[in-house]
């Protein structure tokens, strides 16, 4: 292209070359031109004769959409300490995502009003790196304060159906619940739930505890899968009643996914979400590396994960997010009480290469599935328009992916404010090495160029 001035113009800001392209249908070796943040052109033939100021050479790499994190918890403002914006948004870059859903409960004060989600949003304008939406809580105290959180773009809400383990986020009540649900449904936007049963859990923790038994499988006992199913069981009839879209997140054994699925088939409006942690951490792991794989709903036994796999095969889950949930290393150290301790997994940083390495290499599980779950799934569901798949139009979030390069994540590879993580000495197979969002290229070979 020539200016008036007779000067060669570039076509485009940049042309990804020779790459596997990888879409939720299919995989072709083509050529991608990205032109003011948008991508221009997606070619099954090379572009020979288009210029652009940057071009990449991605010839044994597979180019995906950037992974879409439904649930992180970052916890800015008030709990920075624990994690951040900045920290957060940078590891979720360098395991190849390229935006996030923060939830609203780590904050403080959280999410559940107009002034607080402003005060987070402009903090992450300032810090992040990655494009940032957010979840508005529904609480006892905040009914009448949902549809402002919805008209000022919160992508949905969440709920607790049990005690959050956050003094200032109370969880919902079944009146609370059916209220907000009535109330979410006139605007059509979503609820998100954390579903394990109270009346269980805390019998079963008071039980445990005083007989003196503390175990990692304590834990996991007092915490079981029927616990979940209980409330599942529960939504789902307020969900039937109310009209309420729902979204039940980090589902744990098939035998939730089982029952979320059946309503479906009912026509409640339902999607389910599991963690990369239930598809290859178990009770196992947890007794061995302790309060750094505490999490609720608990890691389960290997036939649960097995389970959540025949799942994903069946196209019976819908994504797969990390629910990312940080703490200091001193709130994470337990000895011989599990039910001491932050339940919360480090583990942004690493959702696309758990399912590379234990899906895709180990299972056979197809690389348009994963597109489908960490990306195209979860832009659909939430309304991302222009989000979630390399097409002409789409926002130019995109990674490069070495899908044969093995490494042992260390430490120090972390980008967290506390480098711990139960993935920390696992060997992966499978490595981002390029992660664009928005046509600028912000991780590169292991290092954030948005810091240079």
């Known amino acids: 292209m020539i200016n008036e001035g007779g000067k060669q113009m570039n076509a485009y800001d940049l042309i990804i070359r020779n790459g596997q392209v990888v879409t939720k249908d299919s995989i072709f070796q083509g050529d991608i031109a990205v032109k003011d943040g948008k991508i221009s052109k997606v070619s099954a033939t090379s572009l020979p004769g288009d210029t652009a100021e940057e071009e990449i050479d991605a010839a044994g790499l597979h180019v995906m959409p950037g992974v879409i994190d439904t649930h992180v918890h970052f916890n800015e403002p008030g709990r920075t300490e624990w994690e951040g914006l900045a920290t957060g948004s940078r590891s979720l870059a360098a395991g190849g995502a ?39 809580g529904l609480v006892p105290q905040n009914i009448d304060d949902l549809k ?34 009535s109330e979410i449904a006139t605007f059509d936007s979503i609820l998100a739930v954390h579903a ?29 899968i029927i616990s979940e199913i209980e409330a599942v069981r529960r939504i789902i009839s307020y969900a039937e009643a109310t009209g309420c879209k729902l979204h039940v997140v980090h589902t744990s054994s098939k035998k939730v996914t089982d029952l979320i699925n059946d309503a479906k088939k009912r026509g409640v409006d339902a999607s389910i979400e599991t963690c990369a942690h239930y598809l290859t951490l178990t009770v196992k792991d947890l007794e061995e590396k302790g309060g750094v794989a ?39 150290n337990i000895t011989d009480n599990f039910f001491e301790g932050w339940g919360g997994i480090s583990g942004a940083q690493s959702t696309l290469n758990v399912l590379l390495t234990e899906g895709y290499h180990k299972r056979d599980f197809p690389l348009e599935r994963i597109v489908e779950v960490t990306a195209t799934n979860p832009a659909k569901r939430f309304g991302l328009e222009g989000k979630g798949a390399l097409e002409e139009g789409y926002d130019a979030d995109i990674i490069l992916v070495d899908l044969n390069e093995s490494f042992e994540l260390k430490a120090e590879d972390l980008f967290y404010r506390h480098k711990h993580s139960p993935y920390v000495g696992k060997t992966f197979k499978g490595n981002v090495k390029t992660t664009i969002v928005g046509g600028n290229t912000i991780f590169k070979d292991g290092k954030i160029l948005a810091d240079k």
């Open 196 to 224: 394990e049963s109270t009346v269980i859990c805390a019998q079963l923790q008071e039980d445990k505890i005083n007989t003196g038994k503390t175990s990692a499988r304590d834990f996991v006992e007092s915490r079981p």
């Open 98 to 136: 390229t935006s996030f859903f923060d939830m609203p409960l780590n904050s403080t004060p959280p999410v559940i009003n107009k002034v607080n989600l402003d005060n987070k949003s402009k903090l992450a304008d300032e810090k992040s790196v990655v494009n940032s939406y957010f979840w508005g």
């Open 148 to 181: 402002e959180l919805h008209d000022n773009g919160v992508i949905g809400f969440k709920a607790f159906m049990s005690p959050s383990g956050i003094d200032d986020f109370d969880n919902a009540d079944d009146e609370t619940l059916y209220k907000g649900m």
């Open 294 to 332: 505490k999490c609720a709903p608990p890691l389960r036994d290997q036939i649960e994960v097995d389970g959540l796999w025949e799942a994903l095969a069946n196209n019976e889950i819908d994504m797969i997010a990390s629910d990312h949930s940080p703490a200091p290393a001193d709130m994470k």
